[in-house]
């Protein structure tokens, strides 16, 4: 008998993803600079002075870099669910209003959930928890939907997606919900303050840096699902789903459960990011509260391309972009659409280049 | 038959082709003339190189070294539009038509441009259709034809661009004995008028009858070729699965059915007045009463489409039953999950092996171990060093030819997939049943040997094996009993050793005994 397996041919194939999507992205982002350049120029803002804002609201002091990272914790955070549940060929993009789920469970539990008082921490990880479970269940619905419906998930997560969002607004709206308490007329729509206790501590707080414990939570989290995603059978299973459902329900897989539970700890994450942005970050639920960041962590999981660190630089990416941007707005008067606008470029330089990347790659 | 005693300028000529998939070598110094007017039988078993010749000739792939020459002009295809532009046509083994749309819209897929002239390329069809003695409803949409019409479908497409070479890739495999015979007219047809047709395929009759010459390759290569093919069809079949170093060759069918013992042991299969409705209230299986004994082997035999994907199906627990029960080695599984039917020890070989068999995007490692996930896992993480022996040793057992263990399932030949299904299902835990249905569908001779001997092994360990299959001489060369189906009822069955041909054609047609 005679056999043809060589092994070695798997084994070169592996360290490749990491370095490339690396490579895909550095490139990208140069030629964006240079769009970006040109289109400040064109709106007769003086170059350098443009930059020096954008470096400066980026990186330009401890603390404008904790804040770039405390908001990437939130894009990687979906990324990272958006990760996952694209091992079945599930596309979710509900991270808004997955965000927006997850900071209104997290601040009722902070404000009126009786957590306040709790021991060991558990003053804000019960409120984390809550919002990873209202986040999961927000996520399971379309999963649900999809496995026994057939409903496509991209819709009904974007759909409810909304709905979520306007369940904030009414929740910021109503004093019966989770309104501060009119005491004056110009009682703005927003929540009280959470207690301190609720509040994510701080790493390194006398760095000045700013950055919470969100940081740690997301790292973990991170690992954890790529462990799930390379090494465990639930990983496994996602896969096969994902490729042929036929197949794997013959191969005695539970294609609901699987589709349900990708979806739902894709949301559960989405939960997360809310809870840690209002216990980390902003203290209070106000209207508009995902500002959008659950759309840039649905770019953050697609640029990543399947790989978790993927999902960490991006995110970084993202997070320095979102702040020297914020700055470059309030100090250099670059217009807010502007840096949309450069933003935009970015994502498409980096999809397009990755596109041509992996072409290349199999011509190779 | 056009006259090739003055050898005419060659549609195509392939000069020295080589063609690698990484350290692979797919295609070995490919040398090869197709004439105007003929029809050229490219044989070989699976994995032998003809569909990546086929898709080298469409542009597919691009070959490795070798020169390609059309109509004497150099002839380099970067993809299937450049050989489309050249005139060469193709039909693969798997339909490529949009079933929503009419048969006129997909006839005229990608042949019109801008605004479509209904009216005047309905004119062209049906002088085209005519030409060929076809007959095809234009209107109606293809989600409601049979395979054989669709098929005729996509033929049609590839006429209309008036190509001078036509490819089928196994254009048989799929289709009914009367289909065949139409398809084999087609071909002859389309030759004469002047294209060169290459058919692809495994089956002798189809060569004895229609291929002006034959070309065998193994391996990748060509090993010899036959310019009156229909006399040398034994030279052929031994060209095609002799191998070098191996003297013992296996003939497609193995084993002499008087000479086995014949054991009435304890039943592993009962099924008990099974019914099945589909969703439109035709009933597919009509109140079937059967069993399998150990260790022996019972065929469900038929014509195509009369309840045995639906007995298939049923038993794979893929499709619910309206009435009646299933009993496997005593225990009621009626409605039973997938996973619950593989836990009590039945092996399912899916008729439609892509679409439920395996994942052909995951590895072959994956594929092998596919069902069998919680013996390779522990606390919910796999054991990849396990998972990789044990593929490595189902690989050597089965001899399932794969360029490593990791490769992706999708690019092993029909043959060694169909192998790895059966390693993986006759390698189940405490296996008492395995239902095989079309086990051998698409593959060659020496793959076709190969399942048999390993179903087999299984009767001879103790296994009830349920054979489905569409093949007759096969079915009555293995099986202990013949049950023959008919509009999802058992007609009759028929004992080893007192085969009548006679009565069980009778039976599959319908007509009581």
Known sequence: ?364 | MADHQDMPVPALSLQGIDKFFGAFQALSNITLDLLPGEVHCLLGENGAGKSTLCNVIFGVHQPDSGVMFRAGQPYQPLKPHDALTAGIAMVHQHFSLVDNASVLDNLLLGQSQGWINYGQQQQRIKETLQGLGLNLDLQVKVSALSVGERQRVEIVKCLLRNPSVLILDEPTAVLLPAEISALLSVCARVANQGCAVVLVTHKLAEIQRIASRATVLQNGRVVTASTQPAREIDRLVRAMIDRPGQTNVTAPVVGDPQARRYTLSEEVLQLDGVTVRDALGVTRLDNCTMVVNRGEIVAIAGVEGNGQSELGAVLAGMLPVSDGQIYVAGKEVTGASPQQITRSGVGIVPEDRHAVGCITEMSLTENLLLNHMHHYSRYGFLQRRKMRDRAQALITRFDIRAAGIDVPFGGLSGGNQQKAVLARELTLESLVLLVAAQPTRGLDVGAVAAVYRHIQDARDRGVGILLISSELDEVLAVADRVVVFYRGKIMGTSLCGQHDRTAIGAWMAGQAA
């Not at chain 1, 084994?11 to 140069?30: E, F, K, N, Y």
């Not at chain 1, 997301?218 to 465990?232: D, E, H, K, N």
């Not at chain 1, 329900?249 to 990708?262: K, L, N, P, S």
């Not at chain 1, 939960?271 to 203290?283: E, H, R, S, T």
């Open chain 1, 1 to 364: 008998m005679s056999h043809r397996v060589i092994k070695s041919t798997t084994v070169q194939r592996r360290a490749d993803p990491h370095l490339r999507t690396l490579l895909v992205m550095s490139g990208a982002i140069a030629v964006a600079m240079l769009v970006a350049i040109l289109m400040i120029l064109s709106v007769g803002v003086p170059v350098s002075e443009a930059l020096a804002a954008f470096a400066d609201g980026a990186w330009g002091s401890p603390y404008a870099i904790g804040a770039s990272i405390n908001r990437s914790l939130v894009f990687a955070l979906v990324g990272i669910g958006f990760v996952l549940a694209n091992r079945a060929r599930l596309t979710n993009v509900g991270g808004e209003g997955q965000i927006a789920i997850g900071g209104i469970a997290a601040t009722a539990m902070s404000l009126y959930g009786g957590c306040e008082e709790l021991p060991y921490g558990l003053a804000y990880i019960v409120p984390i928890l809550c919002a990873a479970l209202a986040g999961g269940i927000w996520g399971a619905i379309p999963g649900w939907l999809k496995a026994r419906l057939g409903t496509n998930e991209v819709i009904s997560t974007l759909l409810l997606s909304f709905i979520a969002v306007w369940l904030l607004y009414w929740c910021v709206q109503s004093v019966s919900l989770l309104r501060q308490p009119m005491t004056s007329g110009g009682t703005l729509p927003e929540s009280l303050t959470i207690p301190d206790t609720t509040q994510l501590p701080l790493l390194w707080s006398d760095s000045g840096l700013g950055i919470h414990l969100g940081l740690a939570i997301t790292l973990v989290l991170g690992i954890v699902v790529a462990v799930i995603i390379q090494r465990t059978r639930f990983g496994f299973s996602l896969r096969a789903v994902g490729y042929n459902p036929q197949a794997a329900r013959r191969a005695g897989m539970a294609i609901t459960w699987t589709m349900v539970a990708a979806l739902a700890i894709a949301g559960a994450l989405g939960g997360i990011a809310g809870a840690i942005m209002l216990q980390g970050d902003q203290y209070s639920l106000k209207a508009g509260f995902s500002s959008g960041y659950g759309f840039d962590g649905l770019v953050v999981g697609l640029l990543a391309r399947n790989s978790i660190t993927g999902v960490f630089v991006a995110a970084l990416l993202f997070g320095f972009m979102r702040s020297g941007g914020i700055n470059m707005e309030m100090v250099a008067q670059v217009p807010a659409a502007l840096v949309l606008v450069v933003q935009a470029i970015v994502i498409l330089t980096l999809a397009g280049s990755a596109i041509w990347l992996s072409r290349k790659g199999v011509k190779v």
